[in-house]
């Protein structure tokens, strides 16, 4: 479609280890629309940050192919890779340990400006006022050291850095979840803004379900490498269908008293993925579990206007 | 909190700065020439006659005692301080050039590099670097060189014998610094691999380097020290066997003609034969300081470093 900024089809990603493979990203296929946040859930483990590090090749995929503006990027050698970088950013989840200690304020957002050749060389310390500014930081932060800096005033540091080089597209790593609370809202916020301003795209990776219900336009859900469901916020939110997201939907406490719904414990642990499992990944934790889920893993279908993945009929869909 | 002092780096600062200062004012710090041979000699002092035996004990004029041919030991020590820490400046230096870059490309999972390192630090730690350079370099090959041949000729032995070490403290540091998050973020900015090494890599590797080379030059000077305890050493000897053997030297190692401390030392081992401490005492004492001087510098640095990075 024409509107589809990132493709993701059919991507696979393995880690070898001693102990056996690890099966981290099993299959995953989504498209990002250009201007939209697409939200990534799940437990951790899920593999929800590894589709995002796979897009932005932090790491690179087993198989499978990743279109941008369609075009396959899979295949690209690291050289033609780099000019993409400039159009792919990533907000990563720890600003603590994200910026190199050892470097200034300065140092770290003039890097991608002289690396991508993005302003002339007598201009950069206006572009990175200019950007500490868009991010809300005085410009007088310039010559200081990351050490001196508040979680949340690093994170808006890592946003400036990232969106020096103009990107279209910015991976979201949990980008809130190392910060206290009060800031975490006026980081979402500021997010919010700059898609605007800028008409940025986003993917956004996060466990806290409250925090990607407010800025993302649709939610993926994963669970074990694949993805269960995918569908327009609200939607999901309101009726979850496959049983794993009515199950991480109830476990998120609802404010209103009359809305709660009946919480949903899952039972047992998320089995390993270094194991193959047989039928449906869900099954050993499913409440509507059913013989054929033991056997057969469901393909993930249009149901209603939602991409669901299960077999189910009746109770659970 | 209280102020510690870092006696380590006090100390060791002041041995390599005292070091320095002999190889600067070496002329003015001997007392006669160095190369002198007094030795059976009469010679006219002040209206008084004097004869020199060899090996003479110290005294007023030679305080350290002079050596088998009757060369003055203390001037020997100063003279040959510069010739020395040279020869081990060198050697240091090489195995930095070496180790260094090996080091940083082993960091980064370069499969020779890494095979290198890691195959030189198994080798050594097996055969002694010492038993290696002595079959090297007592060979009769390396024997007739110039001074300046054998010089390079020991630093490239002592180099390959011991350019490891740096290796692999680089190699260490470089895949600490590579597992940091921040790492990532240079990659996603589309960073090359030299720009993150100068940039990213060495201002976090290079206290640590520091250290291990000035660790190295204590090893380095060990290595010498230990050669020439053996017989070996740079440079080619004033007289032969039978030359040693017509001044009733029999047994004794041929000595120097430089006054290398390592020269000074394997001539010395005759004073052990014939218990004129003297002659072995005085070299083994420069030796001894210049090592604890050189190990001193690196460990004081090492906690200087970390102390900062405690409080940073």
């Not at chain 1, 304020?105 to 006022?129: F, G, K, M, Q, S």
């Not at chain 2, 070490?165 to 900015?189: C, P, Y």
Request: charged share 20%; net charge positive; glycine share 10%.
């Amino acid at each position: 479609m024409a509107d589809t900024l990132i493709g993701v089809k059919n991507i696979k990603k393995v880690f070898c280890s001693p102990k056996g493979d690890v099966r981290a990203v099993d299959g995953v296929s989504l498209r990002i629309r250009r201007g939209e946040t697409l939200g990534l859930v799940g437990e951790s483990g899920s593999g929800k940050s590894t589709v995002g590090r796979l897009i932005t090749r932090l790491v690179r995929p087993t198989s499978g192919k990743i279109l941008y503006c369609g075009r396959d990027i899979t295949r690209l050698g690291e050289r033609q890779f780099r000019d993409l970088r400039k159009d792919m950013q990533i907000v990563f989840q720890n600003p603590n340990t994200a910026l190199d200690p050892k470097r200034s304020v300065r140092d770290l957002i003039a890097e991608p400006l002289l690396i991508h050749r993005i302003v002339p060389r007598h201009e950069i310390d206006r572009e990175i006022c200019r950007l500490l500014t868009m991010v809300g930081l005085p410009q007088a932060v310039m010559t200081k050291m990351p050490r001196e800096f508040s979680g949340g005033e690093k994170q808006r540091i890592c946003i400036a850095r990232a969106l020096s080089v103009g990107p279209r597209f910015l991976f979201l790593d949990e980008p809130v979840s190392s910060l206290d609370v009060s800031v975490q809202s006026k980081i979402l916020n500021l997010l919010e803004d700059l898609k605007q301003e800028l008409s940025l795209t986003y993917l956004l990776v996060a466990h806290g379900l409250n925090v990607v219900r407010h800025i993302s336009d649709r939610v993926a859900v994963m669970y074990l490498g694949q993805i269960q469901e995918i569908g327009d916020t609200e939607e999901l939110y309101e009726d979850p269908r496959h049983p794993y997201t009515q199950a991480l939907i109830s476990s998120f406490p609802e404010p209103d008293m009359d809305a709660r719904r009946k919480r949903i414990v899952l039972a047992g642990e998320i089995p390993s993925n270094t194991d193959g499992i047989q039928g449906c990944v869900f099954h050993t934790r499913c409440p509507y579990v059913r013989d054929i889920c033991r056997r057969q893993a469901p393909e993930i279908k249009m149901r209603g206007g939602r991409m669901i993945r299960c077999h189910g009929t009746g109770d659970a869909i | 909190m209280k102020k510690r002092v870092n006696l380590p780096l006090i100390i060791g600062l002041g041995i390599v700065i005292l070091l320095i200062g002999v190889v600067v004012f070496e002329k003015s710090l001997m007392t006669s020439d160095p190369s002198t041979m007094r030795r059976g000699a009469f010679e006219w002092v002040n209206g008084e006659m004097v004869f020199y035996d060899a090996p003479g004990a110290p005294n007023a004029e030679f305080i350290m005692g002079t050596d088998i041919i009757g060369r003055d030991i203390y001037s020997r020590l100063i003279a040959g301080a510069k010739l020395t820490l040279g020869m081990v400046a060198l050697t240091v230096l090489f195995r930095f050039l070496i180790g260094f870059p090996i080091g940083i490309a082993a960091g980064f999972g370069n499969r020779p590099c890494m095979w290198l390192t890691n195959t030189f630090s198994t080798i050594f730690s097996a055969i002694p670097a010492l038993i290696f350079s002595l079959v090297i370099l007592s060979r009769p090959e390396l024997h007739d060189l110039s001074l300046g041949r054998s010089i390079v000729a020991f630093a490239i032995v002592m180099t390959f014998v011991g350019w490891n070490r740096i290796a692999k403290i680089t190699q260490e540091q470089t895949s600490h610094v590579l597992t940091q998050d921040f790492i990532e973020g240079e990659i996603a900015i589309g960073k090359s691999r030299p720009m993150m090494i100068l940039q990213n890599v060495l201002p976090h590797i290079l206290p640590a380097v520091i250290t291990a080379v000035t660790m190295e030059f204590a090893r380095a000077l060990m290595l010498l020290a230990e050669l020439g305890l053996f017989g070996v050493y740079a440079g080619p000897a004033v007289l032969d066997g039978e030359g040693t053997a017509m001044l009733g030297l029999t047994g004794a190692t041929p000595p120097s003609n430089y006054p290398e401390w390592g020269g000074i030392l394997a001539a010395g081992r005759y004073g052990m034969v014939v218990k004129k401490y003297w002659l072995i005492i005085w070299p083994t004492v420069m030796f001894f300081i210049s090592i604890l001087g050189f190990n001193l510098l690196g460990e004081g640095l090492s906690l200087h470093i970390n102390r900062r990075r405690v409080r940073g």
